[in-house]
Every structure is written in C-alpha cells, then in structure tokens.
C-alpha cells in the first residue's frame, strides 16, 4: 500500500474551491505528480502532488482537516 503524506502542516482541502468537486474521489487511480488537494498556510494554498502511482484512493484526513507535515492524507492500493 502506498501513501500520500503532507508536504507541509496547514489546513488540507480535497477541492479547488468550496463550489468545485474533489481534485480525486475514494476510489479513483492517482498517477504521479496528480493534484490530490491543496495545503493552505497563511492565506497561501499549495498543491499537494501525488509523487506515487496507484488504484482507489482512500483519503484518510478529511476536508478542511488540520495536517502536520509528513500525516497521511491518502492511501492508495
């Protein structure tokens, strides 16, 4: 099983914008360098890429979640 980690601690969020879908739903294929969510610190948001492959998706942290660096936003199989 392979994971999605935050690249940085702040809020995570699974859409662009609160009106648009999820970059990715439980159950979809990531490749690598795919945008799962947005991180934001401070009124900045940073994409957060996929840097592994893989099929169904399972985001363990939940929208507008406050992350560490290094949690686990996602597994994958």
């Known amino acids: 099983m392979a994971q999605i980690l935050s690249p ?10 609160p009106d648009k879908p999820p970059f990715k739903e439980d159950g979809d294929a990531v490749a690598v360098g795919d945008v799962v969510g947005l991180i934001e610190v401070m009124k900045s948001f940073h994409e957060v890429r996929s840097d592994v492959a893989g099929s169904n998706v399972r985001f363990v942290t939940d929208n507008e979640e406050p992350v560490m660096a290094g949690a686990v936003l996602a597994e994958l199989d």
Do not use: Q
């Open 8 to 17: 940085l601690p702040g809020t995570f969020y699974r859409s662009p914008a």
